[in-house]
């Protein structure tokens, strides 16, 4: 198994656990609790950013060349920040088990335009993979969408297809720029894509802090533990990303993008979502995808 391949997997468990604790972060009561979200993630990342420049020994005198990293990579931040505000918004109206199987087919869909755009051919076995991680994800989504104890108004129901959909483009594109940028042209390296990203996090969590200010309202790591404990595990996940996709980006955003399947059986398992045994079916279907594309030497 590839080094890459391994940080994929990484990242699918981080980002699963960070799925689960941003469901339980939020409340729906109280309107600010997905600017919070964001706000949490950007000061983790800034100062996991600043702890990581620090222990590589960079040299904080060439700021210039940081600020201009941080802009040349803002198409990709971008993307990110925005689809992550999108679903941290999203969950406040949908269930765990039903928002996220719909984000998370931006990762297959991100291996396929890869393939269409960058012509490359792979082994038969891998798109069998894509297919069965794509039914899985997709299926289990239609599932639960059929749930009625799920959404309880017509606004809710709305916002709960319409916010799922935008995070899955967005996020899907920013993958597909994040490609690019790390592996298929190279125009960054993984250090710098890291470091900019998580410096742009931070300075949208600083106008946030501002907003919040305004508005009276304050974040406290006690009341609001399980957003600091999420924004650990989405930045921790966030190191392997960049590292799994500058490796093999086509292969790997499906991994990575299938962290749902992991959430699903979390939310399941601590939030007493419930599973039927069809969805069961689906999720294995889309870890058989998983495993096959693990173990492929490419």
Not at 47 to 56: E, Q, R, V
Not at 181 to 201: I, P, R
Request: net charge positive; hydrophobic share 50%; proline share 2%.
């Amino acid at each position: 198994m590839k080094i890459g391949t391994i940080f994929s997997l990484l990242c699918f468990l981080l980002w699963g656990l960070a799925d689960l604790f941003y469901k339980k972060s939020n409340n729906e009561k109280d309107k600010y609790s997905d600017l919070k979200t964001a706000i949490v993630v950007g000061i983790v990342m800034g100062l996991y950013a600043t702890g990581f420049i620090i222990y590589n020994g960079i040299n904080f005198s060439n700021i210039g060349k940081y600020l201009i990293d941080v802009l040349k990579y803002l198409p990709v931040s971008f993307c990110y920040i925005l689809s992550m505000y999108i679903g941290y918004k999203g969950l406040k109206y949908i269930e765990l088990s039903i928002s996220s199987p719909v984000q998370n087919t931006s990762g297959v869909i991100t291996s396929l335009l890869l393939l269409l755009f960058f012509k490359e051919v792979l082994p038969g076995k891998a798109y069998i993979a894509f297919i069965l991680i794509f039914i899985g994800i997709f299926g289990v989504s239609l599932l639960e969408k059929k749930d009625n104890k799920v959404v309880v108004t017509k606004k809710n129901k709305i916002l709960a297809i319409v916010f799922p959909i935008i995070y899955c483009l967005i996020d899907g594109l920013g993958t597909f720029l994040d490609a690019i940028y790390l592996d298929k042209f190279e125009l960054v390296s993984e250090n710098v894509a890291l470091v900019a990203y998580e410096y742009t996090f931070l300075l949208v969590a600083i106008f946030g802090i501002l907003y919040l200010k305004r508005h009276k309202e304050k974040i406290t790591i006690k009341k609001d533990i399980t957003m600091w404990v999420a924004a650990i595990f989405e930045t921790l996940g966030q190191f392997f990303y960049v590292f799994a996709m500058a490796d093999n980006s086509t292969i790997n955003a499906s991994i990575v993008g299938s962290y749902c399947i992991l959430s699903l059986l979390l939310s399941s398992i601590f939030l007493k979502e419930k599973l039927s045994i069809p969805k069961y079916i689906f999720l294995i279907i889309a870890i058989i995808g998983i495993v096959i594309l693990a173990i492929l030497d490419i």
